[in-house]
């Protein structure tokens, strides 16, 4: 009897995280994490307990080689293996986009075209589904936006302030970002909140990259991303809510040019740019220069004021929570945020956060705190089962 799965696909710049599920469940298998994978790559294999069970690092280099050694493991390690259908994380699906679709090449032309508004993400998400194409050319091969989750945003949550024919000429709007992890967040924060609890809730996207959404009963009503996946909160290199005017004055009076401009804001800025040492949370913490704790200390104003901002969306709060690798594994941040949020009755109990446990507050908190852990790769491969079931 053939065995169908479906393959889930995160392409970034010089990583590819994949994970393996039934195609009847979708229940994972196997995940998989190939780095640099332009130069000297290393593959690594878990199962889905979480164990490590294969490396190589004699892989050789690009997107085809990395699915070449994946499908060679597949087909040594399940009898009969068959690959039904692939689901790409898509960063940015634009004005084109409500939800997932199945890839074609008006598809591929589309989502090219919002290549500059995503430059670190867009060009890899689809050199891999290109590179796919080549291996199997009659795979289904699936497209999941981060953007389509706040597609329930209000007007004026989404419109910017400028003349309506630029923005309607240009699609000019604030579309936001990491919808797959808060789709999955939106889905589970049930079994941790009782009805009251979920009305008005704030999610804070934490890793690489961070962002923050306001959901109300679980539909996204603003989130801090915009056009661009360069606003919002302070990240790793990339530099949150700036005024424009910055950027003007570096393009107009400073000798660089625009594509030197987008490299300080793309690949400088953050955390890297502020403290000179590291774009990565954990060398920071580490370190006893002072810049470091400037820099974290500005990440966690930043944080702590676009969280507030988000709450006048809602009109109030009721819960807040804490996903992606930093939010969900680093406490000093999380209370160097909630300590600046205490005005609204947030708190948070010591012990909990410290050991990571799921529920963070207090029991004097007004306002619930959690610590979920997102899973990305699960909301794509349902969303691709679906697309195969129609």
């Known amino acids: 009897m053939v065995s169908a799965y479906i393959l ?5 710049s010089n990583s590819l995280k994949s994970a393996l599920y039934t195609a009847d469940g979708p229940d994972l298998r ?16 878990k199962d889905c307990h979480g164990e490590t069970i294969a ?25 009969n293996f068959r690959l039904a259908a692939a689901g790409h994380r898509i960063v940015h699906g634009g004005p084109y986009y409500a939800g997932p679709v199945v890839v074609n090449q008006a598809v591929m ?31 289904m091969q699936v497209a999941c936006f981060d953007t389509s989750f706040h597609r329930s945003q209000s007007p004026e949550a989404a419109n910017f302030a400028l003349p309506r024919q630029l923005v309607e000429e240009h699609d000019l709007y604030r579309y936001g970002f990491h919808g797959l992890s808060y789709d999955y967040i939106a889905a589970t924060m049930a079994d941790h ?38 606003d919002g909160l302070m990240m790793n290199t990339r530099p949150g809510h700036l005024d424009p005017g910055v950027v003007l004055y570096l393009c107009q009076h400073t000798g660089r040019t625009v594509e030197e401009v987008a490299d300080i804001l793309y690949r400088e800025s953050g955390l890297l740019g502020v403290s000179g040492i590291s774009g990565d949370m954990r060398d920071l913490a580490a ?18 004021r676009e969280t507030a901002a988000l709450v006048t969306e809602l009109g109030g709060l009721d819960a ?20 600046r949020l205490g005005f609204l009755g947030i708190s948070l109990d010591a012990a909990a956060n410290r050991e990571n446990r799921t529920v963070l507050s207090d029991a004097d908190s007004r306002i619930k705190v959690l610590m979920l852990p997102t899973d990305e790769e699960i909301v794509i491969a349902r969303k691709t089962c679906e697309l195969m079931e129609k």
């Open 55 to 79: 490396t190589d690092s004699d892989v050789g280099t690009g997107y085809e080689k990395a699915l070449t050694w994946m499908t060679d493991f597949l087909h040594d390690r399940i009898d």
């Open 8 to 12: 889930t696909c995160n392409a970034g």
């Open 193 to 230: 909140l009782q009805e009251s609890e979920r009305q008005r809730v704030i999610a804070l996207h934490m890793g690489g990259g961070c962002s923050g959404c306001a959901m109300k009963d679980g539909r996204s009503v603003a989130t801090t991303m915009g056009l661009t996946a360069l």
């Open 109 to 139: 032309t589309n989502l090219a075209k919002l290549n500059p508004l995503a430059p670190s993400h867009q060009p890899h998400n689809l050199s891999l589904i290109e590179a796919l194409k080549k291996l199997d050319p009659d795979l």
């Open 30 to 45: 196997y995940r998989f994490l190939a780095d640099r994978i332009h130069d000297h790559m290393t593959l690594e294999v």
């Open 320 to 339: 807040l929570i804490f996903s992606g690798a930093m939010g969900a594994d680093d406490a000093n941040v999380r209370t160097k945020i909630v300590d």
């Open 287 to 304: 370190s006893d220069d002072p810049r470091a704790a400037q820099a974290v200390n500005l990440f966690c104003a930043m944080a702590a």
